[in-house]
């Protein structure tokens, strides 16, 4: 039997087991590879998603848990191409070295600003304490997510 | 790997009967969290998945007469959160978010932290600590079981096939100062190498008419330490009582060496952790 959700907008029926991680459904079903497969148990927030607009770790979400929910993958950041101000702040600050922690480390920033739209830098700091960044280039990601701030609207 | 099944439910007379009617062994969840981890390791034998976060019963923080009681379903990121609790327990306010990450707390209960029963939950340590109340129910039982009865042995419960956990009862008690701890090797996604709570109630002269010292990831189950809880209880507290207690501690405790930790480590610190909340109670922190 499948699952219906919603992935990044669209409608979508996945005939994965109900107990497939959703990151292997997102990753091997709908060849959404943005999302990366980190450590597998919850640990490097390197598979983060938005479940109905908050962060969850995809390796521990059960396919059978998001029937008719929302999923928001990195790939469905932008807006009819226009990349989110998260995006772009993270490309014009250089907050990234290798690349694999960023859809993560940008999930995580994104579910932030969305429920605290002007977080001080320890609220960053635990925002994004779930993620891990094996490059060690943290500064550069707080950094790309406080030049934001200013652009945000009370 | 091999194939389970997954079924949610969306009422607790559903789950409950189905609880009741399986002959087959199957694995309650709700946030999945420790399931998944679990699940992933080929560590959950059963054959059949329940979720149990569709039932809205199971979601509440409410006060009725002498407790504060929190639903089952309800997450870290919740708990942490809600005003109530912000109130009355703050220390529960900051065990929950010092337990994983944002992404973890937005799905881990309570409930099964307590449930999952490791030596070093950090909500689960705030429950044993506050004497809190395991509410569980089957289709035709309902009862209300003592923490420290309820978790026997490392992760072992006292849970039987056909219930399930609905609530967390914490009894109403105003504490004069109350403080969770915890040493972790960073603050995100560690496991606690030692952790606890300390709650006072003191009278005007700082009197120490109730207390309570919990102490986890020093032995099986977390544990309390009532020999120090003795110590304290009628004295004043001051600079003095606070120098001794440290020693006390050590002596009622019995850690193990880990990946972790070394005993003596464990042992040390814990002395020095409940030496602390006593300063800072003394300074009125």
Redesign the interface.
């Known amino acids: 039997m499948s699952t219906s959700f919603f992935l990044n907008g669209v409608l979508v029926e996945a005939t994965s ?3 497939t ?1 959703l990151l292997k459904v997102i990753r091997d079903e709908f060849f959404l590879t943005g999302t990366k497969s980190g450590c ?4 490097c ?1 390197a598979c ?1 998603v938005l479940l109905d607009d ?4 995809s ?7 998001i ?1 008719g929910k929302t999923i928001t993958t990195i790939e469905g950041l932008n807006k009819d191409g226009i990349l989110d101000q998260v995006q772009v702040a993270f490309a014009e600050l250089g907050a990234l070295q290798c690349g694999f922690c960023t859809p993560g480390m940008i999930i ?1 920033a994104k ?2 600003l969305m429920h605290n739209p002007h977080p001080t830098r320890d609220e960053i700091l ?2 994004l ?3 891990l960044c094996r490059c060690t280039g943290y500064e550069q990601i707080v950094e790309a997510v406080e030049s934001i701030l200013p652009y945000r609207t009370k | 790997m091999q ?6 439910f969306h009422s607790l007379e559903a789950i409950l009967s189905k609880l009741n009617s399986f002959q087959q062994q199957c694995c309650l969840f709700s946030g ?2 420790d399931v ?2 679990m ?3 080929g560590l959950i034998k059963a054959e059949l ?1 329940l ?1 149990c ?1 569709n039932i809205p019963d199971l979601y509440g923080i409410e006060i009725n007469n002498s407790h504060l009681i929190i639903k089952a379903n309800e997450s870290f990121s919740r708990i942490s959160n809600n005003s109530l609790i912000k109130k009355i327990f703050p220390l529960l306010a900051n065990a929950s978010l010092s337990v ?5 707390r ?2 881990a209960t309570l409930a099964g932290n307590i449930n999952t029963a490791s030596p070093a939950g950090d909500g689960l340590i705030v429950a044993y600590g506050l004497e809190a109340k395991i509410e569980l129910k089957s289709i035709n039982s309902s009862r209300l079981v003592r923490i420290d009865h309820y978790i026997s042995k490392t992760k072992t419960t006292d849970r039987r096939d056909d219930e399930l956990i609905t609530a967390i009862h914490f009894p109403l008690k105003q504490w004069t100062f109350q403080k969770f701890f915890k040493i972790g090797k960073r ?3 560690a496991i606690s190498v030692v952790n606890g709570i300390v709650a006072l109630q003191l009278d005007k002269n700082k009197m120490i008419e109730d207390v309570r010292i919990a102490l986890g990831a020093v032995a099986p189950t977390p544990i309390r330490v009532k020999e120090a809880e003795l110590f304290l209880k009628g004295k004043t507290l001051s600079m003095e009582l606070a120098n001794n207690i440290d020693n006390i501690i050590r002596s009622k405790i019995s850690p193990i060496t880990d990946i972790r930790a070394s005993a003596n480590y464990r042992k040390y610190i814990s002395g020095v952790l409940v030496k602390r909340q006593l300063l800072d109670a003394l300074e009125g922190q």
């Not at chain 1, 908050?54 to 770790?57: C, P, Q, R, S, T």
């Not at chain 1, 390796?59 to 848990?65: A, D, N, P, T, Y």
């Open positions: 087991n109900k107990t991680p597998e148990t919850g640990e927030g983060l908050i962060a969850v770790n390796c521990l979400v059960l396919l059978g848990e029937e995580a579910a932030l635990i925002g304490s779930g993620n | 194939k389970k099944h997954y079924m949610s999945c969290t998944g981890v699940l992933r390791n998945l979720d976060k994983g990450s944002p992404a973890i937005n799905r603050n995100a996604l």
